[in-house]
């Protein structure tokens, strides 16, 4: 029965809410996603499946070049995993110790991580979701992409969704910071979880949340 | 298309052999044996000398603490990142192994099982790692090392000895694995001399250019270790408490190695 119920949730299509046209607000919302000039981040990473978890360190760096590197490292130092990201968007896994394929890797882990370094695409359409939050949303064929503000303008909510159904929930909360200080990732398409707590702000003092 | 990892698995590949390479090299100092087919040096009575100093300096500890330093260099991100931490280990198989800084999480043994505790939104959170059964299946293995039993499979690594004029030397892990060993080239132990034999540095080798190194800076052996040490991270404060309290003289000076 409880499965039954879950599945049923899960089957919910997503309202996209009502089109706006506004132009104005729609390139304010986008151009107020800021991480994206930030030059690194780095992150106390827990991710759930089923009734496991794993902890490790998740880097992301800007190089000069405008490419991002990402890495993972456990708590002893081993890489879990390598990225680079070149500008023109090519990306090349360097290095991985974990056993499923590059495609996995660079669509799950990596892609909800780097959505803070990536506006929202120009081409998305504003949509009013109900009185207090507004959505930049891209269709694309039967995928869409929401990027979800609240009534302060402040980007809360990423949802990937396939025939309006999510198949990717990120909701982030924010502080001063232009970091957000917490992500959570719930992936209903391959079942896991994932708890993202900033462990360094901006100004590169360390936080408090996952260490001492 | 996707493919659904299989977890298990995976965390038997990638955390297991990290823990298993940090671990075997944290607690098989001083307990490891030369075998002919595994050892590759000009001076062989030197080499065996060097371990039989080692083995026997440590024979004597029931009890060993030690607070580290550790620094990982990634090239890709062109980082260096920096750790704290400090490792217990009580004879015959007792071991917390807890990173303090910047992020904490703790590893516990028992002689049966392992915990993994992380420090996460304010408070400790026990996970329930896929890894544990084999971290403890390697936990139990070296249980028996440490109680002179070598009977234990020691296929993991070979070993090669660098020994110095001085006595001193350097004590090289190369996995067996090639699985193993496409994620670590080689573990490497520096053994000093004095005041006694003991190891003060460990680089992990990942690749040419990354690599995690280890510094002892601090070593009590025989203490008196806090009440719960191997059971619960709440006496995280009393153990970081036990190097603060054994001070300067307990502080060791050891040099940054080559890359």
Known sequence: MVALIGLSGCARPVSLGRLIHDPAQQAKLRLGVNSTELSEGMFRTLISWGPRQMAFVELVKKNAQGGLSVAALTDVGSTLYAVQIDPNGAIRVIRKSLPFSDQWLLDGLVAELLILWQRPPANSHLHQLNPDQRALVLQEGQGTKMYVFDRSDRWIEYQRLWRRRSQCHISLEWDSDPLPKLIRVHNSKKHYRVLRERLRRSDGSIDSGAGS | ?259
């Open chain 2, 1 to 259: 298309m996707d493919i659904v990892p299989s977890y298990p698995s995976c965390a038997k590949r990638s955390v297991a052999p990290a823990w298993c390479c940090l671990l075997v090299t944290l607690l098989v100092v001083g307990i490891v044996r030369v075998t002919q087919g595994g050892t590759e040096n000009t001076d062989t009575s030197r080499s065996e000398a060097l371990l039989s100093s080692l083995r026997q300096s440590r024979a004597s500890y029931d009890t060993v603490a030690v607070y580290f330093t550790q620094r990982k260099r990634l090239a890709l991100l062109d980082v260096t990142l920096e750790s704290k931490g400090m490792i217990f280990f009580q004879r015959p198989h007792w071991v917390r192994y807890e990173i303090i800084a910047p992020i904490q999480s703790l590893l516990l043994y028992n002689g049966k099982k392992v915990q993994n505790y992380v420090f996460s939104q304010g408070q400790w959170k026990l996970l329930r790692s896929p890894g544990a059964a084999v971290v403890g299946k390697v936990f139990r293995q070296l249980g028996s090392w440490m109680q002179g039993d070598f009977s234990a499979d020691q296929k993991m690594f070979e070993i090669k000895v660098h020994p110095s004029e001085q006595g001193e030397g350097r004590i090289d892990l190369i996995p067996r694995s090639d699985t193993l060993r496409e994620f670590i080239q080689r573990i490497e132990l520096n053994v000093e001399k004095a005041p006694d034999y003991r190891v003060n540095r460990v680089t992990i080798r990942e690749s040419d250019t990354d690599h995690t190194v280890m510094v002892f800076e601090q070593e009590l052996n025989n203490p008196d270790i806090p009440q719960d040490t191997f059971k619960t991270p709440d006496s995280s404060a009393a153990c970081q408490g036990l190097f603060r309290k054994a001070g300067d003289s307990t502080v060791n000076k050891v040099e940054e190695p080559t890359p």
